[in-house]
């Protein structure tokens, strides 16, 4: 009997082999065992090349397990069978799914290019079908990269009405999340998180595709950070981590679901595990997937900043820049609190100027701008970022963002000398991140809330303020922080006092808190002619030329 040549086996027992490892492979496939789908589909094709569909089975498991050249080699080769069959339409899908993926990569030509091959094979089959829907994802896609929402949108309810036609639970659920995606940028936030949710309903309820469950996983639950929507953005994280777990051998998501639990679990103050987490992320992702790692770096650098573990945080941030990740504002922050505020102002400048048009980029960017240059002095810099943060908190709406702009205007507050009126924003702020259970903002609140009860001359309430700040950051473990607030404490003392007396520097807290000589005067049981001479006397010693730049020198060196 003739033996197979590529083989030395008999014909029967490679055909043998072959179903068999194409039967298991189709098995783990329906188990969601993916890395074992994807191992014995490509045994099955190492000894005969695969059919159109089992090659489409194949580029699946492969993308599930992180190997994305693998499934764009395998969709490729799916699309060329489809058109050998003359099936033009089952081949536009399968190009579809690979101008996405290049698209979501950042490969924005071949991406197109890929788009308009789907386009002309539908066009040969009529106007009138399914295909034509998912054409336009990628479409809205684009037009929400661009910042145009209302063409995001116009597109996307196009898609919702083919995916309705046809009954496409894929392309309905996608489309429906990019419309409330284009909903969310024009600031109607509201409107867009029920359509993100009603997205999700058939995304939780398992009604999609594994891929494109996991794309709308991940991408709702980046809209809902971007907003600081932290409610719905732990609900969903919770629900992916579920979905994840339950496909042991999944990859792809499960590294993004640890990114975004990461950060999670960094506001929440549980930054042991954040790092963990982030760590573990960095490992799950593909090397083809170098903006994901460069996000577990980042979320690693972010935790050993506040930790104070600098040289750590400082490898993490070149690490998430080496994979084309943007280290700011995060690195600003670091060279801030190593005490070089001219290269961080440097920093931050440079990439609130380059994010002239993103403004959900920009609410992560300006409340770490206003820190750095009101250490800087730049009074009006940091009143002119408060009015666009103020801007976009009612742009957006929400509870969070409002209180990143209400403790960002308290800190300028003080520095103007308007301690009262910080005091109001401050403690609104403090308010909302107790509800959302974050506690290093909360204690970063109350640390400014003392501050300015400091300033008022309510030196009872600075006390308790600065201490419950202290005990909040010992718990953290905000080396940093914990130091700063230990030495506002001590600050009392006449070596700390920057040469002043102690009535030089109560008079300096009574002019920061906007009180007049003649009020001073009045509080401090003094006349008048004193208080002049003491304010003439702290402006030469702080060689300051008027009162709103002793207030300035007063809050930079943490004098109030």
């Known amino acids: 009997m003739q033996m197979s040549k590529s083989t030395g086996r008999h014909p029967e027992a490679t055909v043998a082999s072959i179903g068999k490892s194409l039967q298991s492979g189709h098995e783990a496939y329906l188990r969601r065992d993916w890395a074992d789908a994807y191992r014995l ?27 994305v050249d693998e499934y764009l080699r395998a969709l490729d080769r799916a699309y060329h069978g489809y058109l050998h069959r003359g099936e033009c339409l089952r081949a536009a899908r399968c190009a579809f799914w690979i101008g996405l993926c290049l698209l979501l990569q950042g490969e924005t030509g071949p991406a197109t290019g890929w788009s308009g091959r789907a386009r002309r094979l539908i066009e040969r089959n009529g106007p009138d079908c399914v295909e034509r829907g998912y054409l336009r994802l990628p479409l809205a896609e ?175 941030y070149q690490a998430a820049s080496g994979r084309g990740y943007e280290p700011q504002p995060g690195l600003a922050l670091l060279r801030l609190a190593q005490g070089r505020a001219d290269i961080a102002a440097a920093a931050i400048r440079r990439v609130v100027a380059s994010a002239k048009t993103d403004q959900l980029q920009r609410t992560r960017l300006l409340p770490a701008y206003v820190e750095i240059v009101l250490t800087m002095g730049a009074i009006e810099e940091a009143q002119s970022a408060c009015r666009e943060l103020d801007e976009l908190a009612r742009t957006y709406d929400t509870e969070v963002l409002r209180a990143i702009a209400d403790q960002s205007r308290g800190a300028v507050k003080l520095v103007e000398g308007n301690a009262g009126a910080a005091l109001e924003l401050l403690r609104s702020a403090f308010h909302v991140w107790e509800q959302v259970e974050a506690p290093y903002p909360a204690a970063r609140a109350r640390e400014l809330i003392g501050l300015a009860c400091r300033a008022l001359g309510d030196m009872d309430g600075a006390g308790l303020e600065l201490e419950a700040a202290r005990v909040a950051f010992e718990r953290l473990g905000a080396v940093p922080d914990l130091a700063r607030v230990d030495a506002l404490k001590k600050r009392s003392s006449p070596a700390q006092l920057h040469g002043l007396t102690r009535r030089e520097l109560q008079v300096l807290r009574l002019i920061a808190a906007g009180k007049t000589n003649k009020v001073i005067a009045a509080k401090l049981f003094v006349s008048q002619r004193t208080v002049d001479r003491h304010v003439s006397n702290l402006f030469g010693k702080l060689n300051v030329p008027s009162r709103t730049a002793a207030t300035s020198y007063a809050y930079t060196h943490k004098l109030i």
């Open 41 to 67: 589909l490509s045994r099955a094709d190492a000894t005969a090349p695969l059919g159109a569909e089992n090659l489409q089975m194949l580029a699946e498991a492969a993308y599930l397990i992180g190997h």
């Open 142 to 316: 684009q037009s929400l990269m661009a910042a145009d929402s209302q063409a995001a949108y116009d597109t996307a309810v196009s898609a919702v009405e083919i995916g309705e036609r046809f009954g496409e639970p894929d392309l309905i659920a996608c489309a429906r999340h990019l419309q409330g995606r284009s909903l969310i940028l024009q600031g109607r936030v509201t409107e867009g998180l029920a359509l993100l949710d009603e997205a999700m309903v058939a995304v939780v309820a398992g009604e999609l595709s594994p891929i494109m469950t996991g794309l709308i996983y991940c991408s709702v639950i980046d809209s809902c950070q971007q907003i600081y929507a932290f409610g719905r953005a732990r609900e969903w994280t919770s629900a992916l981590a579920r979905w994840c777990a339950d496909q042991p051998q999944l990859a792809n998501f499960t590294g993004i679901c640890r990114v975004r639990r990461a950060e999670i679990l960094q506001l929440q103050g549980a930054w042991p595990d954040a790092i963990e987490e982030a760590r573990l992320a960095c490992g799950q992702f593909s090397e083809q997937a170098k903006h994901l790692v460069g996000a577990g770096f980042y979320q690693q650098a972010e935790v050993q900043r506040l930790r104070g573990d600098f040289e750590a945080a400082e490898e993490a």
